[in-house]
T-cell receptor, first 106, second 119 residues
Framework: QSALTQPASVSGSPGQSITISCTGT???????VSWYQQHPGKAPKLIIY???NRPSGVSNRFSGSKSGNTASLTISGLQAEDEADYYC????????FGTGTKVTVL | EVQLLVSGGGLVQPGESLRLSCAAS????????MSWLRQAPGKGLEWVST????????YYADSVRGRFTISRDNSKNTVYLQMNSLRAEDTAVYYC????????????WGQGTLVSVPS
């Protein structure tokens, strides 16, 4: 399976909302979409699972959705600490990750 | 708090072998599937392998099948990744992660260990 396609970078000012897309082919994007946040030099952290669910302790500023073969992660009320790399992932017989998006807070 | 402590990385020559370990704590280890994932320098995440919990089926990415072997010792709360016939393209930070109980996502990750294989 090919990697899922994400924009290389997205930026926004503090307080703004940004959306990161994650596009697959055929039926790549199903019910098992998850999103991970990774700060430089750190391990990834789960922030969204099964398209739109947030693990306990993850800010409600993070939300996920899906339409057709594209999943999206929205970060509302952007904060400096949100500056990181973000990866989507999907499972269909195997795990496939997105190409990654660098979020910059201006 | 779930903890995953990864060890065993290092610099090895092409064709050599290395074994990674991931020691888990603060959850019922035997009931969870465990996985290894990796990230080449400056690149994205790649799933490598998963081993089931009590029924320890094993699964591999095409890129490592036949060279890597995942195993677990539930008495030691530890999962291993035996890597043989290492290649330059195996150079990456290797992460251990817990797969969620019934889902298809990784809810806790270890800190990662760097495996370097020069070309």
């Amino acid at each position: 399976q090919s990697a899922l396609t994400q924009p290389a970078s997205v930026s926004g000012s503090p307080g703004q909302s940004i959306t990161i897309s994650c596009t697959g082919t055929n039926s790549d994007i199903g019910a098992y979409v998850s999103w991970y946040q990774q700060h430089p030099g750190k391990a990834p952290k789960l922030i969204i699972y099964e398209v739109s669910n947030r693990p306990s302790g993850v800010s409600n500023r993070f939300s996920g959705s899906k339409s057709g073969n594209t999943a999206s992660l929205t970060i509302s009320g952007l904060q400096a600490e949100d500056e990181a790399d973000y990866y989507c992932s999907s499972y269909r017989f195997t795990y496939v990750f997105g190409t990654g998006t660098k979020v910059t807070v201006l | 708090e779930v903890q995953l402590l990864v060890s065993g990385g290092g610099l090895v020559q092409p064709g050599e072998s290395l074994r990674l370990s991931c020691a888990a704590s603060d959850f019922t280890f035997s009931t969870y599937a465990m996985s290894w994932l990796r990230q080449a320098p400056g690149k994205g995440l790649e799933w490598v392998s998963t081993i089931g919990g009590s029924i320890a089926g094993t699964y591999y990415a095409d890129s490592v099948r036949g060279r890597f072997t995942i195993s677990r010792d539930n008495s030691k709360n530890t999962v291993y990744l035996q890597m043989n016939s290492l290649r330059a393209e195996d150079t990456a930070v290797y992460y251990c992660a817990r797969r969620s109980g019934a889902g298809r996502y990784f809810d806790y990750w270890g800190q990662g260990t760097l495996v370097s294989v020069p070309s």
